[in-house]
């Protein structure tokens, strides 16, 4: 029991360390909303690839193990296949239920949006959430809870942290964030690889694109 404790507590220690660092910076530069998310997004990712690059490194671990790898083709496939609703219905009701963003992103171009919220937070966010963090509590923590079928601890430890991040977005985004962490997470965990995970976050994200 201590030891998944320590691990627990070491996962949400390696998010702080992710996550403070960026905003600290953002709070005494004071940027304008399209330098503080790019920003974020590059400096909190930069700071996950130099953990998971000393957890490797100390750990005798290949990078292989934190989904830098490719995956079956099958897991792509089902990732457009669950992808796709869960994309349509949050996106829905986000559009009928609309909540103020923790930032201001209405005066951003197009081209923006997309580069930022469609392929870098994406990418980012999977690589902290799933490549990070689920593979560090997953490494030390092996034990399988059942909810209609086995679910590790360490995705719904990882879903659970993923709503908190977003609470700021309103409920509508904090209960669909969980949701798409138990599939992005069941993806990473089934098929090895965060290639998957990152295009359900992909297709979760387009709605937002398309209905601004």
């Known amino acids: 029991k201590t ?9 949400f220690g390696l998010f702080l360390a992710v996550y403070v660092p960026a905003f600290i910076a953002v709070s005494m530069i004071r ?7 790019p920003l974020i997004i590059g400096v909190s990712l930069l ?3 130099a953990l998971i690059a000393t957890l490797v490194a100390r750990c005798a671990e290949k990078f292989g193990a934190f989904g830098f790898r490719l995956p079956a083709a099958r897991y792509i496939g089902l990732a457009i ?40 937070s994406p990418i980012q966010e999977e690589v902290i959430f799933r490549g990070l963090l689920q593979s560090f509590v997953e490494q030390r923590w092996m034990a399988m809870v059942r909810l209609g079928g ?6 719904l430890f990882t879903s659970a942290l993923f709503g908190i991040a977003h609470l700021g977005s309103g409920s509508v985004v904090f209960g669909g964030a969980i ?11 089934r098929s090895g690889s965060l290639i998957p995970a990152i295009i359900v976050h992909v297709l979760f994200n387009v709605p937002e694109l398309i209905w601004r």
């Open 31 to 37: 940027p304008t909303p399209r330098i503080a998310v």
């Open 81 to 120: 296949l669950l992808g796709l609703p869960l994309a349509v219905v949050v996106g829905s009701l986000a559009h009928m239920f609309p909540a103020k963003a923790p930032l201001d992103t209405s005066d951003f171009p197009l081209w923006m949006l997309a580069l930022y919220f469609g392929v870098g």
């Open 150 to 155: 086995p679910i590790s601890v360490a995705v």
């Open 3 to 11: 030891r998944k404790l320590q691990t627990v507590g070491i996962a």
């Open 47 to 49: 700071i996950a690839m």
């Open 179 to 189: 949701v798409l962490g138990l599939v992005a997470g069941e993806l990473r965990r």
